[in-house]
């Protein structure tokens, strides 16, 4: 699975900056790796570990702006079609899964 956060955050204010910042920060925080400006991406191993991801999100989520979230299955995140520029490297684009035991 692969949830996806999108978010548009105020950034007029230095509080809203401040809040921008932490929310970033904890996206980084929890293993998330940005796609582009304001579009984050982690992978995760099932939906309950989607669900657990998207209540901390909901925790952690400024009380102004808008925050989206997706999940999608790898299946579907690998058939993203890149139009202009180049993927980031960062970003693992595979169907193949690795699990150590």
């Known amino acids: 699975m692969r949830t996806i956060v999108f978010f548009d955050l105020p950034t007029i204010f230095e ?4 809040n921008y910042a932490k929310f970033r920060k904890f996206l980084v925080q929890e293993g998330f790796l940005m796609m ?7 992978l ?6 989607s669900e657990l991801l998207i ?38 684009n595979s169907e193949d899964r690795l699990v150590i035991l």
Not at 15 to 18: A, E, G, H
Not at 44 to 49: A, I, K
Not at 79 to 87: A, D, Q
């Open 15 to 18: 509080r809203d900056k401040r």
């Open 36 to 42: 582009q400006e304001s579009v984050y991406s982690k």
């Open 44 to 49: 995760t191993l099932n939906s309950q570990q």
């Open 55 to 92: 209540k901390r999100i909901k925790r952690n989520s400024p009380s102004r702006g808008l925050v989206q979230i997706l999940v999608i299955t790898e299946n579907q995140y690998a058939k993203i079609i890149n139009v202009i520029g180049e993927p980031s490297s960062k970003i693992i």
